[in-house]
Nanobody, 125 residues
Framework: VQLQASGGGLVQAGGSLRLSCAVS????????IGWFRQVPGKERDFVAG????????FYGDSVKGRFIISRDSAKNTAYLQMNSLKPEDTANYFC???????????????????WGRGTQVTVSS
């Protein structure tokens, strides 16, 4: 099982980046995808989540209207389009997978079965 986040980098404030999360080793459509971010010394924060069907999307308050989560089942890849980036968006960004369940998707919990390594995003002012 592997989730590999990529696409991070250095960008100026107001710029955009698109992160990718390539998954392997499990059935992509059986899992919802979440994006989280973390700054050293602080808790991991929920950024965005998308249900296994792709029909529901959720966003953290600080990124609503600026970030867009999507997924491509044919490529087993999820994406996070980040627009209007701010210096406070600087963090290590992780993707995670939560298995389909009867209780429904719990996007902002930490109850994910698989976590990937992060990709660093740095936004300069």
């Amino acid at each position: 099982v592997q989730l590999q986040a990529s696409g991070g980098g250095l960008v100026q404030a107001g710029g955009s980046l698109r992160l990718s999360c390539a998954v392997s080793g499990f059935t992509f459509d059986d899992y919802a995808i979440g994006w989280f971010r973390q700054v050293p010394g602080k808790e991991r924060d929920f950024v965005a989540g998308m249900s296994w069907t792709g029909g529901s999307r959720f966003y953290g308050d600080s990124v609503k209207g600026r970030f867009i989560i999507s997924r491509d089942s044919a490529k087993n890849t999820a994406y996070l389009q980040m627009n209007s980036l701010k210096p406070e968006d600087t963090a290590n960004y992780f993707c995670a997978a939560q298995i389909r369940s009867e209780v429904g998707f719990r996007p902002d919990s930490l109850d994910y079965e698989f976590w990937g390594r992060g990709t660093q995003v740095t936004v300069s002012s």
